[in-house]
């Protein structure tokens, strides 16, 4: 009897880390906490435009994913990016082109800067029809872990 009270005891101290740790995890990546800290940097000459949350898993290599952003020449954008769930050694390049053609330029990058307590990154660009973010995510020394990192566009009005 004091076995089986002992397995379900054990099983529920499981289940509730469990969920203890899914519920953390999700908290770190939330949409509407993540983009309400992007907005405020917007304000007050930028319009929202659109945003991006991009979720990823870590693994031993290094990995990249790369995001296409459309923009109407005359404007003037602003680009808010927030890394705060992302690890120490995640790279945001924004390029002129996209991956693999001949005349692609980096025009921002953000790597290794990041400072302490900060973790949204602002980029205004200047002259440009289209922009590639990329983002590169180094392997993970930690395992596998579920991570996010965003950027906003505003417009200026």
């Known amino acids: 009897m004091k076995t089986m009270k002992n397995i ?13 740790l ?10 509407t906490t993540i983009k309400n800290e992007l907005k405020a940097e917007l304000k007050p000459d930028y319009k929202y435009d ?26 003037k954008y602003r680009l808010v990016f ?29 790597k290794n800067v990041r400072e302490e307590g900060k973790s949204v990154y602002v980029y205004e660009p200047e002259g440009q029809s289209k922009l590639y973010i990329t983002y590169v995510i180094p392997p993970s020394l930690e395992g596998v872990k579920e991570s996010c990192a965003a950027f906003m566009l505003g417009y200026k009005f």
Request: glycine share 6%; with cysteine; proline share 1%.
């Open 8 to 20: 379900i005891a054990i099983a529920l101290l499981s289940l509730f880390s469990f969920s203890s």
């Open 50 to 75: 659109s945003s991006k949350i991009t979720r990823y898993t870590t693994s031993g290599d290094f990995q990249g994913k790369e995001i296409e952003v459309p923009l109407f020449e005359g404007e």
């Open 82 to 110: 927030n890394i705060t769930d992302a690890d120490k050694n995640f790279q945001v390049y924004v390029y002129s082109e996209k991956a693999g053609t001949k005349n692609r330029k980096a025009l921002f990058a953000l």
């Open 22 to 31: 899914f519920a953390q995890e999700i908290a770190s990546c939330d949409a």
